[in-house]
């Protein structure tokens, strides 16, 4: 892996490597190439991820631990007003120098690359149903807009969709005072 200037996410290594007990903070500002996530929430392209990175180096390997912080979209579930989430999680993973099956990332070339790690961290903490407001109330059935308050719940108003079925429970209240038939075995 060269370190390319275009992938904020490679980091150098070479002042903690092999050196146990060293370490290094790093401060990253990326700006995203793609959109990071699917569905009500996600982080959009051109958005500013900001990492701290802290780097220690161990016997086999090192250390990286981060705090991240971003602010993805989303969209309120209940009334779909835009709402921006604010996104902060941290990780913590070994690098290891001779890569093996139980470790998943290694050290190449004296650099470290963190965006897989920090993407993930990053989706994973996405809300699932991300809302405007703990009291959101959503939209109105019949008119489509926000509600402000409560909705009067009446009893009377039928869903038109469910009209045809008004006639059923009108007859089945009729048949029921007359008395069953009776089977014959």
């Known amino acids: 892996m ?22 290094r903070e790093v401060h990253l500002d990326a700006t995203l190439a793609e959109r990071w996530g699917e569905g009500v929430a996600y982080v959009d392209k ?8 802290r780097l ?42 001779s890569p ?12 470290v ?5 920090v993407r993930d961290a990053v989706v994973l903490s996405l809300p699932f149903q991300p809302l405007c407001d703990d009291d959101c109330l959503g939209l109105d059935p019949e008119t489509g807009q926000k509600l402000t308050e409560p909705r009067e719940q009446n009893a009377s108003t039928i869903d038109p969709r469910w009209a045809a079925l008004e ?10 005072n007359k008395p069953a038939a009776k089977k014959r075995t």
């Open 167 to 176: 006639a059923l429970t009108s007859t089945d209240k009729t048949t029921a």
């Open 113 to 117: 690359n963190c965006e897989q790690l």
């Open 2 to 23: 060269k370190n390319h200037p275009t992938d904020p996410f490679v980091v150098s290594v070479f002042d903690v490597s092999h050196r146990i007990g060293d370490e």
């Open 56 to 97: 220690e180096g161990l016997h086999d390997g090192i250390l990286v631990s981060a705090d991240i912080d971003t602010t993805a979209i989303a969209e309120c579930v209940r009334c779909l007003e835009p709402v921006d989430v604010p996104v902060q999680v941290e990780f913590q993973e070994l690098f290891a120098y």
């Open 100 to 111: 093996t099956e139980e470790l998943e990332f290694s050290v190449h070339d004296n650099h």
């Open 46 to 53: 051109g958005q500013v991820v900001s990492v701290d990175l």
